[in-house]
């Protein structure tokens, strides 16, 4: 039904971004004694770009199926399907800049987060510190900055659920009464069959983010027949106040590190290293839990408002089929995710490494900054 769209979109993605991004992979981690720093690093720079630009091209084709643009529907029956009309106008469908960007900075944290963690490990075992501490300050900035910007991406975001999928919106705040001021709440519960919502909420809160009035009616869940609204409306609002939550954690940290830092106090403080350790954890949650949001409240819909998810189903393939490619998918994924980790936490554990000779950097010498060696700053 939507081949045609996500066709071209992911074709997209295999040739421009997938060759750039595999093509310097290779240079970033086999080249580091073959080419010259410059070069390394501007493999480096390709890697990134390419993975910022395959980003473009699965959040366009998402984004699609979320708010369907620049397209007419050709066939009848089962032949039916959607076709392009507007290249232009499909890319830049309603959802796909917010959510791209909201993506790109999910991203920028998850990075940034990593970097903080494992330096501030470093920090807090006295090691590498002539390496660690400037890293961990070029993380932070990175960090502080993708932050504060994710909140305002995050309000853009949902400015534009609240007019393309305003479903989605009255399920992330547990919002029932048909058109009534909606509250914004800080954790609760949603009870689904006897609709109410109870927690901790700011009165009329979401009917202030949406029309900056505390008294504007939202339009609520009952608005809308049962058959198309969300059935999961209580994981739609934890995943969503998760996310909102962590965002907030990470903005409060950033905030008060870059604090600590202006006052020259940054790693004085050794339980700020070991939260900053473990809260590499934090954005990769939030990424999680975001995604969880934007598609578990776009159900019932493949494609929303085009196609159902009842519909999306092949009558070929039986459900112990399916059953059996995801348990399939989550073995072989679990397998990676525990090899990631291991060959991660080995390399952390080992330290940098010399950059010309490829040695375990020799603390008790002056030669511990590869990179400043190479300069010949030492
Ligand atoms: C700071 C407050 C935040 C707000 C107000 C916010 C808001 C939103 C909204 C409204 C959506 C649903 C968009 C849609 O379905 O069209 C969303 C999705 C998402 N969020 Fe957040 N968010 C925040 C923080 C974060 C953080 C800290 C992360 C990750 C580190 C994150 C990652 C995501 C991801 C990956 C998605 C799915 C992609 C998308 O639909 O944009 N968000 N967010």
Redesign the pocket.
């Known amino acids: 039904y939507v081949g045609d769209i996500f066709g071209s979109a992911l074709a997209a993605e295999g040739i421009f971004a997938f060759a750039v991004e595999s093509g310097f992979l290779g240079i970033l981690l086999f080249g580091w004694n073959r080419v010259g720093p410059k070069v390394h690093f501007f493999a480096t720079l390709m890697v990134f770009l390419g993975s910022m630009f395959s980003a473009v091209w699965i959040v366009v084709a998402n984004s699609w199926q ?1 708010t369907p643009a620049g397209y007419h529907i050709v066939g009848h029956g089962m032949e039916v399907r959607a076709e392009i009309t507007d290249f232009w106008a499909m890319v830049f469908n309603p ?1 796909s800049v ?2 791209l960007t ?2 790109w ?2 991203a920028f ?2 990075g940034s987060f990593l970097v903080l963690s494992v330096n501030a490990y470093y920090i807090r075992k006295n090691k590498y510190l002539e390496i660690a501490k400037p890293t961990f300050k070029i993380a932070l900035t990175v960090a502080l900055i993708s ?1 504060l910007c ?2 305002i991406s ?2 853009s ?2 400015d ?2 609240a007019k393309n ?1 305003p479903a ?1 919106l009255a399920a ?1 705040e547990g919002h029932y009464d048909t058109s009534a001021a909606a509250d914004m709440y800080l954790f609760g519960w949603v009870d689904n069959k006897k609709q109410t919502t109870t927690g901790l909420a700011i009165p009329g809160g979401l009917s202030f983010l949406v029309h900056q009035d505390f008294k504007a009616p939202i339009t609520g869940l009952n608005a809308f027949k049962p058959e198309d609204r969300p059935s999961q409306v209580n994981a739609v609002f934890q995943f ?1 106040h998760i ?2 939550t ?3 954690i ?2 409060g940290l950033t905030v008060y590190a870059s604090w600590l830092w202006w006052k020259g106090k940054l790693f004085e403080k050794k339980w700020l290293m070991m939260i900053f350790v473990w809260s590499v954890l ?2 990769q949650i ?2 999680q839990v ?2 969880f ?2 598609e578990m ?2 159900q019932p819909w493949v494609v929303y408002g085009l196609l159902r998810t009842s519909d999306g189903l092949s009558k070929n393939v039986k459900a112990e089929q399916v059953m059996f490619s995801l348990i399939l998918f989550t073995l072989v994924y679990t397998t990676l995710l525990i090899l990631f980790l291991y060959l991660l936490n080995k390399k952390i554990k080992h330290g940098p490494v010399d950059y010309n000779t490829k040695d375990p950097i020799d603390e008790s010498s002056k030669r511990d900054n590869p990179i400043l060696e190479h300069d010949g700053q030492h």
């Open positions: 979320q959802s917010d959510r909201h993506t900075l999910g944290l998850a932050s994710q909140l995050g309000h975001s949902a534009g659920v999928q989605k992330m969503y996310m909102i962590i965002g907030m990470l903005i934090l954005p939030g990424n975001g995604w949001t934007a409240g776009r």
